[in-house]
C-alpha cells in the first residue's frame, strides 16, 4: 500500500501551490487522511487533516485561513491548497493515513495513528 504524492516546488512568498494525496490500493472513504511538515532541524508538525467518513477538517493555527484540506467525491485523492505562503511554509509534506477517532487524538497527536505515509514533497517559499 503506497500513499502517492504530487505537487510541492518552489514558489515566491505570497504565492500558491497544491499537493495531492492517492492511496495505491484503497480508498480514504473510512481514513483520516492528513498532512504533516518537516523543516530542516524541526519536528514532524501536523498541518491538516480529513475525516474520510464525514468530511471533518482541522487546520493548525499557523495554516488557518490560507490553507484548505479536499478530497474527491469518490475519496481517491486529497488536495492540500495552500494559498499565500510564508517563508516559514517551507519544509517537506507529507501525506498520511489512518482510521482513527480524529475527535479524540486531534491534530496534534494523530501522527500517532497514521499507518500509511507518502514519501514527501518538498516546498519551498523563497523569493
Known amino acids: 500500500v503506497q500513499l502517492v504524492e504530487s505537487g510541492g516546488g518552489l514558489v515566491q512568498p505570497g504565492g500558491s501551490l497544491r499537493l495531492s494525496c492517492a492511496p495505491s490500493?484503497?480508498?480514504?472513504?473510512?481514513?483520516?487522511i492528513a498532512w504533516f511538515r518537516q523543516a530542516p532541524g524541526k519536528e514532524r508538525e501536523g498541518v491538516s487533516c480529513?475525516?474520510?467518513?464525514?468530511?471533518?477538517?482541522y487546520y493548525a493555527d499557523s495554516v488557518k485561513g490560507r490553507f484548505t484540506i479536499s478530497s474527491s467525491f469518490a475519496g481517491s485523492t486529497t488536495t492540500l491548497q495552500m494559498n499565500s505562503l510564508k517563508p516559514e511554509d517551507t519544509a517537506v509534506y507529507y501525506c498520511?493515513?489512518?482510521?482513527?477517532?480524529?475527535?479524540?487524538?486531534?491534530?496534534?497527536?494523530?501522527?500517532?495513528?497514521?499507518?500509511?505515509w507518502g514519501r514527501g514533497a518538498l516546498v519551498t517559499v523563497s523569493s
Open positions: 480529513l475525516s474520510g467518513s464525514d468530511g471533518t477538517t
Open positions: 498520511a493515513a489512518g482510521v482513527i477517532d480524529i475527535s479524540q487524538y486531534g491534530l496534534g497527536s494523530a501522527i500517532y495513528g497514521m499507518e500509511y
Open positions: 490500493e484503497f480508498t480514504f472513504d473510512y481514513y483520516v
